[in-house]
């Protein structure tokens, strides 16, 4: 069964800092499916990234940029110069292919406060 | 106005109570589901369905019911509410062949439900 594990329960940080938000994840699958959602203080979940199982390149979108490595099954995600408006709990979700759906596996969210 | 709309987005109710969520998309997708959020347990998947003839059970479905009652229209009832359903539920919307997991799943803003 898939399982994804987020092993920071809260992280606190200073403005301007670099954070990095740890996923391990665990999976049967050979093609899965890999998300980051971020869940700020009004409730709602914002998409940030899908990346598939067959493409190991990092990612990099303004401050934000993810790491993927499929040797150690860890999809971390590290912001830059951190912000308050960063302030959030973070989930990192896994989908594997062979469901017959978008089903997704959460781990139990990271929750980041940045200071200023 | 939101893709995927919950309503309530807040209800407090008693124990023994019979109660529905309701969840609208305006995204056109076939695929909808209903998550549940408990601190520390990030979301855990409820039910889903594929369209409005294809309803299927996720991971914690005990207690709980749904209706597809158009493709745009999915609700969770909970026919007789107990205090440990308090929780942050979310309806979620993708769109996608069925044997692949890439797409993101949109999500509503969520219904705070509270039962006491």
């Known amino acids: 069964a898939q399982k994804v594990t987020q092993a920071q329960t809260e992280i606190s940080v200073v403005e301007k800092e670099d954070v990095t938000l740890d996923c391990v994840y665990e999976t049967r699958d050979t093609t899965y499916y890999l998300f980051w959602y971020k869940q700020p203080p009004s409730g709602e979940l914002v998409f940030l990234i899908r990346r598939n199982s067959f493409d190991e390149q990092n990612e990099i979108s303004g401050r934000y940029s993810w790491n993927f490595q499929k040797s150690t099954s860890s999809f971390n995600f590290t912001i830059t110069a951190s912000q308050v408006v960063d302030s959030a709990v973070y989930f990192c979700?896994?989908?594997?292919?062979?469901?017959?759906?978008?089903?997704?596996?959460f781990g139990g969210g990271t929750r980041l406060m940045v200071k200023p | 106005d939101a893709d995927v709309t919950q309503t309530p987005r807040n209800r407090i109710t008693k124990t023994g109570k019979r109660i529905m969520l309701e969840c609208s998309q305006t995204k056109g997708h076939d695929r909808m589901y209903w998550y549940r959020q408990d601190p520390g347990l990030g979301l855990r998947l409820i039910y889903y369905s594929f369209d409005v003839k294809d309803i299927n059970k996720g991971e914690i479905s005990d207690g709980y019911s749904v209706s597809r009652q158009a493709q745009a229209k999915f609700s969770l009832s909970l026919e007789s509410a107990i205090p440990n359903q308090t929780a942050l539920y979310f309806c979620?919307?993708?769109?996608?062949?069925?044997?692949?997991?890439?797409?993101?799943?949109?999500f509503g803003q969520g219904t705070r439900l509270t039962v006491v």
């Open positions: 979620a919307t993708s769109d996608g062949p069925r044997d692949r997991g890439r797409t993101e799943a949109f």
């Open positions: 979700a896994l989908s594997e292919a062979w469901n017959a759906g978008n089903m997704l596996t």
